[in-house]
């Protein structure tokens, strides 16, 4: 029993071979929430797919809501695109899109061939955009009204449509006039306490509030601090209302873009990694970051190597030449840290570098004080020479003022270039002060190698 | 004009001055969203504090609610307690708790004795909690009814206080019998189309779901995963209710997680850091880290000074000690990123280290192999001497599947002892594959010494 317990997936494998749809729902829904997804991320993948396949529609998209979206992808991949299209009908417009952007484009088109008419359309329409502009982040579930209808007209419609609605978010009503042209917002509990022959014209919001649908996430959230709504229509450059972006979306699309940047910022790139996933995909895509920093990692080396007489003649010196880069390195990370929470928030522009410049420098001149002093004190105590001290501590010093310096502003400049700061700003950080660390340590210690190589 | 255009604070600074507080509510709406937190955050915080005192504090409170707590905690600080305690009056519930547990007890307290009573009693309740606990999410604004109340009753106080309602987000009623205990939930839009006098207690959905208190944030995160609500009501152990807690709420604190392991991976540690806090704060709390830092990493370089006789027979190998403690520092953080990627998303259990060992370590021999082989062609090249490539490209490949198997494991690790894995990985991590890299080279080094030392 312990070990069925720990690991639920071999029964629901046994489950998922006989095809028992009502066994394997029972299974599922009697599993803890937590658990659901790592149980079903442990089946071999081909079983995932037939799992989708046992279930109805519906059911199984609500299953696939429960993963991330390149998860999710790999177990529609298995599917043929009638059984996959099937799935994708079910699901809110904007986790089509997500889904057929995980997808190759040949595979991608054959599901999108099968599914529903209507229903590829709207996917179709959001895949057109990047994922983060209003246009990506935007709902194609919403009510429209002709301006012509009454209060009695949209209740009549929301009674006859409970059903379809019932997976809308529904507290706004959008009132458009020819061509889908957004002319107004009504709220719906403003209809509660309206007489029934209202127009709705008289009880909407007119010329509401709207953004176009290239709007960037950064506005997006702007535009939702500096409002107190809960959504917010999406129109096209001709006022034709799209989609409507809620802010939970906005919400839930930075702080993906914040974990998003931690794992980038820890050599995990070109798009999500689960141990799920293929070794030689894991290995690769690690590879490419990995391969980019050997070679950096070489040039800075170098300078390594073009000082071996010196350090041959104080050997001493290679003891420090790690801690030197190391921690030039940590305090250099942390500038960078900063920078990306302050652009996040909005509270440096991208072009006040000198201001940045100051605030680290100033920092890095107590900070590089301390931990010259540090080292100075345990290379003095060590070899008995105050000089091997005054070489390490400067080096420390000197460098440690570099890293935050650089630290500090290289995610802005990579900003301004359209750079990815959380991607490029470790890499470049740790070459150039390596280079610069070993560069004065050395040059230091080849101008006193006669106070040092006794 | 562009200078003007560049520093808005400089004018904003002058209106604050002539206390002209017209003047500065239209300045701070003609300024585009993105950047008031920006010109606001540069203006001296004496500055700040007299600003928010300038506006009525309904205003001040919609300016505060657009910073971070750490932020508008230092502007709330500048203010006497009865000027504070205005402004938290008019702030929602969990924002004013927030803000609260930013400020020193004694300073907290005294704001609470100045605050409306009713606000104060919430506030004190909610701050009661842990931020990442259901209690510690909930809003404290929504709606209750008796059980006895009919649709008439609801509608009825709907429109009468539709005032004090319209910064709720009313979606649901919550239906409560003696003590408050929660007996069902009602849905607004289902009164739209119900009679006017049927009780309540016929339309609610009865025994609805409800979570604890107590309810720790990734539980939350799974029970929204699993139900498609909008909202939660918080009960207490005797199931009276107690607040609501939103799905974005949910979902802001997440993001916000991701973002904060991001700066802690990073060595910002103690809370946020912004550049407009004291400087020494900010080299205080950056030296906490670097400080343990540094001592770990003398640690480690101290296995190179027990080697330095081979070091200096072999001085080529000084070029490639930074090399190999650098790349192993990379390969184990994007093993650490996976590791925490995969516990957020409830894909691995903390108990599951085998598991993890396992996927890591294969992929840990490719792309040791890979890296090995590339510095081994690299040694070779350099001083022509097939021996050195051995001995740096085994090392190399060694240490990378050893950084790859602690990276994977270290934050189960930490994990299951309650501490803070997005803290303490990236330190032990990289002490450990220094020193692990410097005994290989040097250990397997002295072993060849009379192949390399030519």
Redesign the interface.
């Known amino acids: 029993m312990v070990a069925t317990d720990d690991r639920p997936w071999d029964q629901l494998r046994e489950l998922i071979g006989q095809r028992d749809r009502a066994a394997i729902l029972a299974f599922l829904e009697a599993l803890?929430?937590?658990?659901?997804?790592?149980a079903i991320?442990r089946l071999p993948i081909e079983d995932q797919g037939q799992l989708l396949t046992s279930l109805e529609p519906e059911d199984a998209a609500d299953l696939v809501d429960?993963f991330?979206d390149a998860q999710a992808a790999s177990m529609i991949e298995q599917l043929a695109p009638e059984a996959a299209a099937a799935i994708l009908d079910e699901l809110p417009s904007a986790d089509q899109a997500d889904l057929l952007s995980e997808l190759e484009d040949e595979q991608a088109e054959a599901i999108l061939q099968a599914m529903d008419p209507v229903e590829a359309v709207g996917a179709r329409a959001l895949s057109a955009y990047d994922h983060d502009v209003a246009g990506g982040l935007m709902l194609a579930e919403y009510l429209t009204f002709s301006r012509a209808a009454t209060v009695r007209d949209v209740?009549g419609d929301?009674?006859e449509s409970a059903d379809k609605y019932r997976?809308y978010?529904?507290?706004y009503a959008y009132v458009v006039g020819t061509r889908n042209r957004l002319v107004g917002v009504l709220r719906?509990?403003d209809?509660?306490?309206a007489r029934r022959g209202t127009p709705i014209e008289e009880l909407m919001i007119a010329d509401p509030v709207t953004v176009l649908d290239s709007t960037p996430l950064?506005?997006l959230d702007?535009?939702f601090?500096?409002h107190?709504f809960?959504a917010v229509p999406v129109v096209d450059g001709q006022g034709t209302i799209v989609g409507v972006v809620r802010?939970?979306a906005v919400?839930?699309a930075?702080?993906?873009r914040?974990?998003s940047?931690?794992?980038k910022?820890?050599?995990?790139v070109g798009g999500?990694?689960?141990?799920?996933m293929p070794?030689?995909l894991?290995?690769r895509r690690?590879?490419s970051?990995?391969?980019i920093?050997?070679v950096l990692?070489?040039c800075?080396?170098?300078i390594?190597?073009m000082h071996?007489d010196t350090?041959?003649a104080v050997?001493?010196l290679?003891?420090?030449?790690?801690?030197i880069?190391?921690?030039s390195?940590?305090?250099g990370?942390?500038a960078?840290?900063?920078s990306?929470?302050?652009m996040?928030?909005?509270?440096?522009?991208s072009r006040e570098l000198l201001r940045?410049l100051g605030?680290e420098a100033?920092?890095g001149v107590?900070?590089g004080l301390?931990?010259g002093a540090?080292?100075a004190g345990?290379a003095w105590a060590?070899k008995g020479n105050p000089y091997l001290g005054l070489v390490v501590g400067i080096a420390m010093m000197a460098n440690t003022i570099i890293a935050v310096s650089i630290g500090g502003t290289i995610p802005l400049i990579l900003k301004r270039f359209n750079l990815d700061p959380a991607l490029a700003s470790g890499p470049i950080l740790?070459t150039v002060t390596?280079m610069s660390g070993?560069m004065i340590v050395l040059g230091l210690a080849s101008a006193m190698i006669d106070k040092l190589a006794v």
Chains 1, 2 share one sequence.
Request: proline share 2%; hydrophobic share 50%.
């Open positions: 803890p929430a937590a658990d659901v997804a790592r991320s429960c991330v209740l929301l009674g997976d978010d529904v507290q719906l509990r209809l509660l306490l950064e506005e702007d535009f601090d500096a107190h809960i802010r939970n919400e839930e930075l702080g993906e914040g974990a940047d931690y794992r910022s820890q050599g995990i999500e990694e689960l141990r799920t070794l030689l894991r290995s690690r590879l970051w990995l391969s920093n050997i990692n070489i800075a080396a170098s390594i190597a071996q350090l041959t050997i001493a290679a003891v420090f030449l790690p801690i880069s190391d921690m390195g940590c305090s990370n942390q960078v840290a900063v990306m929470r302050e996040t928030l909005g509270l440096v522009d940045v605030k100033t920092l107590i900070n301390t931990l540090l080292v345990v060590w740790t390596d070993f």
